[in-house]
């Protein structure tokens, strides 16, 4: 029987923490692709290619290591003035090297040949996987505090965003409300139960009406559903125009509720600890409202 999902996380997690305390004069990681990195010390001069690294680091107050991101960092505001790379998928080699950064962090969506081609020039890179849930995001949030020597901050910001998660995960909630989460259009895609606004609605005290990870849907379908409620993620979607679209379906009842909203995608997409639980309260409130 294989493992699931999060027990590999976990296990991942575990090794790591082994292989940084037997690193005396640093630490040793193995990432998503099986590879091992040593550091000898924290780099000073970091490029993140994905916006969940980029927010991670200022939350962790270690911003001043970013020397590069990609032009989808654009939060916090401080990151809008850092050096543009390109994408989280492609990123341009030559601007790269200029920047002379110690270590590259990227995920499984990156250019395997670009990063190897950074590797045979000397410049480390990191490749973490894309976690599922809210623990596995925790996990990896504190192996990035680890490399970063920011350990000790990174405890405590998982530890209260964790305890805030329990908290929501307990007030009294309503029936249970049927939703519908939107987060393409053409296709107009489902976001299902096991991503993390799914897992967000969860806890939030929602039920989605699309099980599994997600996937496309016709109009049809979510009628027949019919959704109570209707969550728009603003992933290059016009948040209004998508509104006035499903108010032509005046029978189905969010409609008749009024209770279609858009969703800020950041806070779901690439989260930090802190802005996923940003995302559940959002969704309480919303679920809650009268």
């Known amino acids: 029987m294989s493992l699931g999902k ?49 927010k991670a680091i200022f939350l962790l107050g270690e911003g001043k290591r970013l020397v590069g991101v990609t032009r989808y960092c654009v939060e916090p505001p401080e990151a809008r003035r850092l050096p ?10 030559e601007k790269v090297i200029k920047l002379s950064p110690e270590l590259v962090l990227a995920t499984p969506l990156t250019s395997s040949l670009l990063l190897k081609r ?18 596995e995001l925790c996990d990896q949030f504190l192996i990035l505090s680890e490399i970063l020597g920011a350990y000790d901050k990174g405890q405590k910001i998982a530890k209260y965003a964790k305890k805030k998660i329990e908290e929501i995960a307990k007030r009294p909630k309503k029936q249970k409300t049927r939703v519908f989460i939107q987060v393409g259009i ?24 699309f ?16 959704p109570e409620v209707i969550f728009i993620m603003d992933m290059g979607l016009k948040g ?28 779901y997409c690439s989260p930090t600890p802190i802005s996923f639980v940003e995302g559940v309260e959002n969704l309480w409130l919303l679920l809650h409202k009268e």
């Open 6 to 54: 999060s027990k590999i996380f976990k296990i991942f997690f575990i090794c790591f923490l082994l292989l940084s305390s037997s690193a005396s004069l640093g630490i040793e990681i193995r990432d998503s692709r099986g590879e091992r990195i040593f550091l000898e010390k924290p780099p000073k001069s970091i490029i993140s290619l994905a916006p969940s690294f980029t």
């Open 84 to 93: 543009k790379v390109g994408s989280v998928v492609e990123f341009n080699i």
């Open 118 to 135: 950074l590797e045979e020039i000397g410049i480390k890179v990191i490749v973490f996987k894309t976690p599922e849930t809210f623990q």
């Open 186 to 209: 053409n296709p107009i895609w489902a976001a299902g139960e096991k991503t993390f606004i799914g897992e967000a609605l969860k806890i939030a005290g929602g039920e989605n009406i």
């Open 211 to 226: 099980k599994g990870r997600g996937g496309p849907v016709s109009e049809e379908w979510i009628l027949k559903e019919n």
């Open 240 to 267: 209004k125009e998508m509104i006035n679209i499903w108010k032509r379906f005046k029978e189905m009842e969010a409609v008749k509720k009024n209770r279609i909203y858009v969703l800020n995608s950041n806070l």
